[in-house]
C-alpha cells in the first residue's frame, strides 16, 4: 500500500495554511487549512484500499489463426473497494477486438464481478498475455493499493508496489495440490529502482557470488542502514537471506558474512557486456570487526 501524490499536496496544504494563520492571526488561513486537514486524517484513519482475489480463465490454450479466444477476469472483494482500475495488456499482435483493455470500476464487501473479453488471434503464432494490473484506491484517492501479475514458466509472477518512490516485491507463484504458494520474493527499494536494478540482476549478482550455497550468514537488523549478524543488532528482525546488496554510483556493492568463520567479504560488482563480475572482492578477517 502506498500513499497518492494526492495526500502529500493535502498536507502541505493544510500545514501551510494551519501555520500561516496562526502565525498571522488570520482566521481565514486557519480555515483553510483545516478544510484540507479533516478529509485528509479521515481519509488515513480509514481502511486502506485492499486488492479482490483475482482468477483468469481462457476458453482454449491453443486456436488455429484468425480464431478468437474468450478471457474471462473474475474478481472476489472480501472488502468493499470503491475505486478499482482494472488494466489487461496484450501483446501487440493480439486484438482485444475494440473492446476496451482498461476498466474502472467499484465493488462491495463480498461483491463477485466476472469481465469479459473477446481476443481476436489474426497472426499465427505463440503468445502469453502481457500481464493483468489492478489498482486499487479509497474513496479520497489518497492510498493506493497496485498489482501487476503475469505468467511465467513456474506458474504466475506477480509486481506489487509498495513504495511512493516505485518499489515493489517482485513473487513468484506456483500452484501445488493444496492450491498457490510462494516460490520465491525478491524486494526491489526506491534506490535500486532508481539504479535500473530488477530482480534478474540481483539473481545475476547472487549467482556470481556464490549465495546459492549456503556460505553465508542470514543477516538482521531493523533497516539496511543498521544490519548484521544476529545478535549483533539489537531489532532481530529478518533483512536479507546471505548476501547484501547495496546499489552504488560505479555498480553495486555486495556484503556477505561466511557461515561459521567470522570474517566477511566486501564485494563490488560491475555490469558489463558479457554481464556481471566480481571487481573486487575484498575479505575483512573476524579481528578487524
Known sequence: MTFDQRAVVWFVVASAG?????????PALVAVGA?????????????????????????ADRVI????????LTLAASHACPWLDVELRLPERLDPDGAPTRRVLALHAGET???????????????RIASIRLSASDQLHLRR??????????????????????????DVYVKTPKGWRF???????????????????????????????????NLYGKSEEDIGLRGSVKDPRFRT????????????????????????????????????????????PPAAH
Open 18 to 26: 494551519l501555520l500561516a494563520g496562526l502565525a498571522s492571526a488570520q
Open 35 to 59: 478544510g484540507f486537514l479533516v478529509p485528509l486524517l479521515f481519509g488515513l484513519a480509514a481502511r486502506p484500499p485492499r486488492l479482490p482475489e483475482a482468477t483468469v480463465r481462457v476458453s
Open 65 to 72: 489463426e484468425g480464431a478468437r479466444v474468450e478471457l474471462e
Open 113 to 127: 464481478r466476472t469481465l469479459e473479453y473477446s481476443i481476436n488471434c489474426p497472426r499465427w503464432g505463440a503468445f
Open 145 to 170: 493499493a497496485q498489482l501487476v501479475v503475469e505468467p511465467a514458466p513456474e506458474g504466475a509472477r506477480a509486481r506489487i508496489v509498495n513504495s511512493r518512490g516505485g518499489g515493489y516485491y517482485d
Open 183 to 217: 516460490k520465491s520474493r525478491n524486494v526491489v527499494s526506491d534506490a535500486e529502482l532508481q539504479a535500473r536494478l530488477t530482480t534478474q540482476d540481483f539473481i545475476e549478482i547472487r549467482e556470481l557470488a556464490g549465495d546459492d550455497h549456503g556460505h553465508y550468514e
Open 241 to 284: 537471506s546471505g548476501l547484501r546488496l547495496t546499489p552504488v554510483p560505479n555498480g553495486v556493492h555486495g556484503l556477505a558474512y561466511l557461515r561459521g568463520n567470522g570474517g566477511h567479504y566486501e564485494d563490488l560488482y560491475v555490469k558489463t557486456p558479457q554481464g556481471w563480475r566480481i571487481q573486487e572482492r575484498k575479505y575483512v
